[in-house]
């Protein structure tokens, strides 16, 4: 292109200073091409690049409202995802405070019935000795008067009868009882 630009300067005889020169109708021409050009550009050109830059306006447009639109959806969201998670921890710390207390009362539970339970064992065992000692006592005194009506018998050297025996036996009971309560 520079050679073409030498050539026509050339052709003219006088150099680059002939462009440069205010002559009417290079200034015409140049109106003319400059005029035809902008028709041209303004035909065919400039209404498919203004509507191009339209559309790419609205579009940058309707992605920064689809971006402004998302990020406070995002922002409630993150607040609703930070009240639940609040919440849960709060319910989290009401279910294990509420698992101490119940630990508590069952742990006292069981106490308290252990200690019932030791207790009742204590009193039925007391009462076994006490039947044990009364049957033991019981014995030894029925012994106690047959070896006395033994004893009786080989001193008065007489044969008592059964019922004799029973009578004796009886009266030897009531009164060691007696005697017993007496002491």
């Known amino acids: 292109m520079d050679l073409f630009v030498q050539q026509i300067v050339m052709a003219e005889g006088g150099g680059l200073s002939v462009l440069l020169e205010d002559t009417p109708g290079l200034i015409i021409w140049t109106w003319v091409v400059f005029g035809g050009l902008i028709f041209v550009l303004g035909k065919f050109a400039w209404k498919p690049l203004l509507t191009a830059l339209d559309k790419r306006e609205t579009s940058i447009r309707e992605s920064v409202e689809t ?12 607040r609703e995802y930070e009240e639940h998670l609040s919440q849960a921890k709060s319910e989290a710390h009401a279910i294990v405070e509420e698992g101490r207390r119940d630990a508590v009362v069952l742990r006292q539970e069981i106490e308290s019935k252990a200690q019932d339970e030791a207790q009742t064992m204590i009193d039925r065992g007391r009462r076994e000795i006490d039947l044990a000692r009364d049957k033991a006592l019981e014995q030894i005194r029925t012994e106690a008067v047959d070896i006395s009506i033994k004893v009786a018998e080989k001193v008065l050297k007489k044969n008592l009868s059964s019922e004799d025996n029973q009578k004796l036996a009886k009266d030897a009971l009531s009164s ?8």
């Open 67 to 78: 971006a402004e639109r998302l990020q406070g959806e995002a922002e409630v969201k993150m």
């Open 176 to 183: 060691l009882g007696k005697g017993k309560s007496d002491a």
